[in-house]
Every structure is written in structure tokens, then in C-alpha cells.
């Protein structure tokens, strides 16, 4: 039995059509080949014989729990999903799915793109819109600034640029 933990804010329920044709795939993939390929497996090691010392039978049966709890919470996640597939009317305002190049007060530009938090990836430049810099960063146009609170202290932002793309919108 595994230990509790309390239930988490699973956070916004915004996605980028990207977003959800990559947790929709991971989704098929471990309905459709990963799940069979480890239920065979499991089914071949249970025919070995006695179950309570058959390491493979017992890590199976582990791995098979592993999948189907992935399996519910992608199901469940993209249920709720809205995927946001345009950009808003005034495209001069950061919101969701929008490219932001900002300028620190050290005078070096960092590009971000507001995503969902299942989409989040930092090494891509994608911040969950839930994140402190991108709440700080909506509803901001270019040349303004957005204030942000971190760890060291609050920490001063310049909007340089904001663009969409979307894939409809992409050259």
C-alpha cells in the first residue's frame, strides 16, 4: 500500500492543441502496447508456478499498477481539457499560448510561452501559466513591466515583444 497524500490542485485545465495530441499519444501508446506487452508478460510468469517468490510475476503486477494509474489520470486530465487552438482578439495583450520576450534588470532576454501545466518544460522555454512569472506576465503589452516574486526578492521584468502561434497561424 502505497502512502498517502493529499490531493493536489491539478492546476489549469488550459491546453495547447501540441500539448494534447502529445499526452493524447502517450495515452494510446500505454493503452494500446505498453499495457498488453506487460499484461503478456505477467501472464507468462504467473504460469511459472508459485507467485510469492516470482520476481517477475510480482514486479509485472507492480508495473501493471503503474500503467493503469497513468492510464486514469490522462484519462481523466484530457476529459476536462480545453485547448486553446486560436489566439485571444487582442493579440497585443500576454494570455494563454502567447510567446513573451522579456528583459531582466540585467539587461539579458529570456523568451517564455504561457502553456498548461502539463506542458510545462523550462529547457524549452514553456512556463506553466500557473507559474508566479507567468501570472505576473498576464494581461501585460509590450513596454510594460511586471513585477515578480521570488526567492531572492521581487525581481522587475520589461515586456519586449509578444507574438501567438498557433498552428493554423504558423508560416
Known amino acids: 500500500m502505497g502512502r498517502w497524500r493529499p490531493r ?40 511459472q508456478g508459485d507467485r510469492s517468490e516470482n520476481a517477475e ?21 484530457l476529459d476536462g481539457m480545453v485547448v486553446v487552438d486560436r489566439p485571444p482578439e487582442d493579440t497585443g495583450k500576454v494570455f494563454f499560448g502567447a510567446w513573451v520576450e522579456v528583459e531582466d534588470e540585467d539587461g539579458e532576454n529570456h523568451r517564455y ?28 503589452r509590450e513596454d510594460d513591466e511586471a513585477w515578480v516574486r521570488t526567492p531572492t526578492g521581487e525581481r522587475c521584468l520589461y515586456v519586449n515583444k509578444i507574438w501567438y502561434q498557433f498552428p493554423e497561424a504558423a508560416p
Open 8 to 47: 493536489g490542485n491539478p492546476g489549469s485545465k488550459y491546453i495547447t492543441p501540441e500539448g494534447y495530441q502529445t499526452m493524447n499519444r502517450e495515452l494510446q501508446t500505454l493503452w494500446k502496447e505498453t499495457r498488453p506487452q506487460v499484461t503478456q508478460a505477467v501472464q507468462e510468469a504467473a504460469a
Open 57 to 77: 510475476y510480482i514486479y509485472g503486477k507492480k508495473q501493471l499498477r503503474e500503467i493503469d494509474r497513468r492510464i486514469r489520470f490522462l484519462s481523466k486530465r
Open 113 to 140: 510561452r504561457l502553456v498548461g501545466p502539463d506542458e510545462a518544460d523550462g529547457g524549452r522555454g514553456y512556463i506553466s501559466v500557473d507559474a508566479p512569472l507567468a501570472r505576473a506576465l498576464l494581461g501585460k
